[in-house]
């Protein structure tokens, strides 16, 4: 009995090891950023400073403040057509062409019924995901209609983060990741043991827990440790086949195969 217990073992880590996800150093360079975004397939690089929303390219550098609605939250800019600014302390969401100009201002302070809104994400079309603190739900918004399209059930637990493409949404809360479809309806969940961040990338996810990152793959619930030296992880994301990590001073630049 013991030998066959030990062969298990010996299988499980030998599977284990082989899903480890292999990276390699591309480059490093200095970045001065408080919040560094994104960065998309062109090399255009979004970040925050001083509650400053800043776009640079080849072309230049672009900007957009509002100062008058205090702290910068959160920024997605998963669909760089409809940029998405979330001001938590004045409950609003404002959403951004690629030319950083105004597309839509959602004051949820005004707008029948109230949210109370944590967090926020992209959705497809003219939708926004939000989570509402009143009832504990994840709804989809269409902000052109003032319209709530869809909704969880009540989340049982604190949200840690928000993310979505087009088809999905994913909420990671302390006891959960769960994923939705853009029905609101539950696809799958998974329990939490300890992430606190999250990246999505093609329907692969990346979960953050200390300063290690995890994949998730999209075709499975079995998660692989990513190998990357001991760094301070701040902000984190992929693009392509570039995992880039951010330590607040610092840009690595990584190449990573998710097959």
Not at 105 to 111: L, S, V
Not at 121 to 140: K, R
Not at 172 to 185: D, P
Request: glycine share 2%; proline share 2%; aromatic share 16%.
């Amino acid at each position: 009995m013991k030998a066959f217990i030990y062969i298990i073992y010996l299988f499980t880590f030998s599977l284990f090891a082989q899903e480890s996800i292999e990276t390699t150093l591309l480059k490093s360079t200095e970045l001065n950023a408080e919040s560094l975004i994104s960065i998309d397939n062109f090399g255009t690089v979004y970040y925050v400073n001083n509650d400053v929303f800043y776009k640079k390219n080849e072309s230049g550098i672009i900007t957009y403040n509002n100062l008058q609605l205090g702290e910068l939250n959160t920024v997605n800019a998963f669909n760089p057509l409809k940029i998405n600014l979330f001001y938590k302390d004045f409950n609003t969401i404002i959403v951004l062409d690629n030319r950083l100009a105004e597309i839509s201002k959602m004051d949820f302070n005004t707008i029948q019924p109230y949210k109370n809104i944590s967090h926020v994400s992209t959705g497809f079309d003219n939708t926004i995901w939000v989570f509402n603190m009143d009832n504990q739900q994840l709804e989809l918004f269409d902000y052109k209609n003032k319209t709530t399209r869809a909704q969880s059930l009540p989340i049982q637990s604190n949200v840690l983060d928000l993310k979505s493409n087009y088809n999905f949404c994913w909420l990671l809360t302390e006891n959960y990741l769960y994923k939705y479809n853009y029905f609101g309806s539950l696809i799958s969940k998974i329990k939490n043991d300890g992430f606190t961040k999250f990246y999505v990338n093609s329907g692969d996810v990346i979960l953050q827990k200390s300063n290690s990152l995890y994949l998730l793959h999209k075709a499975s619930e079995n998660l692989s440790p990513v190998n990357v030296p001991n760094l301070l992880i701040n902000q984190f994301f992929v693009t392509n086949e570039t995992l880039y990590i951010y330590d607040s001073k610092i840009l690595f630049e990584y190449q990573i195969k998710i097959e």
